[in-house]
């Protein structure tokens, strides 16, 4: 995985650093990070983004659950003297209370969760904010899974996203549209025969939908995109970018 967030060649995990760079210049040029702002970085990967809006004079927590980005985020945190809180953990833990100007959420995290679940990281992120503080995230929309279309194939790796060494993967895709929900399910087998399945759920949603889900958990949108870079706004994108202000 923190191959892949490093990788330039795709954007499995991580956006490509001069898309990583457009979206920290956009929210600084429309105002919505400011120097001395506290952010929380969200499921902050490798520190792409908190290691930029650090340079950019905000004080900046990451949060992840990978231990293997977390380290890498520390190392060049020390390394460029940056002082970034860089936490190991999973993000429903979080009990901060009223402590962040801006909470960060890049690449649509909140759509690999159940509804049940998507609320419940709301109210968190709802609880760490100070008053009037806001919640900058992206949602994917059923245009960009329509558009990726359901795969169902199966290939040989050499070693890869899934494992290190030779291995096949079985990959198959199923749509629930009632739910505006897609699974993504991997089968991976390793050359000695050990088998294990890997599922990657995607609930997308709409305008409505996730402006509906922020209003039920004390949030009023103030700012919609098309992407983090600011495109404005039109039905019909990939993604939905929303700066969402507690009330
Ligand atoms: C698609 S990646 C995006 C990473 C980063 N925001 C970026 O755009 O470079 C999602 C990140 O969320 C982290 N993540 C997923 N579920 C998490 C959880 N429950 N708690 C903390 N981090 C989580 C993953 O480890 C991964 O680094």
Redesign the pocket.
């Known amino acids: 995985?923190l191959k892949a967030?490093l990788d330039q060649t795709h954007e499995g995990?991580?956006?490509k650093t001069a898309e990583i760079e457009k979206t920290v210049s956009h929210l600084t040029g429309s105002g919505f990070l400011k120097t001395g702002d506290r952010v929380l970085?969200l499921?902050?990967?490798p520190g792409?983004?908190s290691s930029r809006l650090f340079m950019e004079g905000m004080q900046v927590t990451g949060?992840?659950?990978?231990r293997r980005?977390i380290d890498y985020a520390r190392t060049q945190a020390e390394k460029e003297q940056h002082d970034i809180d860089y936490v190991c953990?999973?993000?429903?833990n979080i009990e901060y209370e009223e402590t962040f100007d801006v909470v960060l959420?890049?690449?649509?995290?909140i759509c690999?969760f159940s509804e049940e679940k998507s609320d419940l990281l709301l109210n968190l992120i709802h609880r760490s904010l100070n008053d009037e503080g806001i919640f900058i995230f992206e949602v994917s929309t059923r245009v960009l899974r329509m558009r990726e279309g359901l795969k169902n194939r199966w290939y040989v790796s050499e070693g890869g996203f899934w494992r290190p060494g030779r291995h096949l993967v079985l990959e198959e895709g199923f749509d629930y549209p009632e739910n505006e929900t897609w699974l993504n399910q991997y089968i991976v087998t390793d050359e000695d025969g050990t088998v294990r399945t890997y599922r990657l759920w995607l609930h997308d949603y709409s305008l409505e939908t996730i402006s509906l889900a922020l209003e039920q958990s004390g949030f009023e949108v103030e700012q919609v995109w098309n992407s983090l870079l600011g495109e404005p706004y039109r039905k019909g994108g990939d993604w939905i970018a929303i700066a969402a202000r507690k009330v």
């Open positions: 995985m967030h995990a991580s956006r970085d499921g902050c990967g792409l983004y949060i992840d659950i990978s980005s953990t999973d993000f429903f959420q890049v690449y649509g995290e690999t």
